[in-house]
């Protein structure tokens, strides 16, 4: 719960720095990185708290960034590498991924009425 009040301040911080710099408004949230403290399973309720926040009105938002691929994880480069796992960052598998999209789509359509 935490990590979720620090994202959403963290994102009003941002959207205040914006109006007063008079630039675009317009956010798009990287759920991993600094978000999920490098850890790429915390991009679930970072994901999680951008839906609540365009659910709650938020019309700021206009994508996310997401660390995924078809293997969850990631890998050093050998000679046995696995296919579908990141040899960079740590990434969401593919099933996370569609739970993410998921919701998403969900909280825009609950956004939209």
Avoid: W
């Avoid at 720095?17 to 679930?44: R, W």
């Avoid at 970072?46 to 994508?63: F, H, P, Y």
């Avoid at 990631?74 to 991924?97: A, F, H, P, R, W």
Wanted: net charge negative; aromatic share 4%; hydrophobic share 35%.
């Amino acid at each position: 719960m935490v990590k979720i009040l620090i994202t959403t301040l963290n994102l009003l911080l941002k959207l205040y720095q914006l109006t007063e710099a008079e630039v675009n408004e317009s956010i798009m949230v990287d759920a991993s990185h600094g978000n999920s403290q490098k850890i790429f399973k915390n991009q679930i309720p970072v994901i999680s708290s951008v839906c609540e926040q365009i659910i709650n009105g938020n019309k700021n938002l206009n994508g996310v960034m997401i660390e995924s691929h078809l293997v969850e994880g990631n890998q050093k480069i050998s000679d046995n590498l696995v296919y579908g796992q990141s040899i960079t960052d740590g990434c969401m598998n593919i099933e996370d991924t569609e739970g993410c999209f998921k919701e998403l789509d969900a909280a825009v359509s609950k956004s939209r009425g």
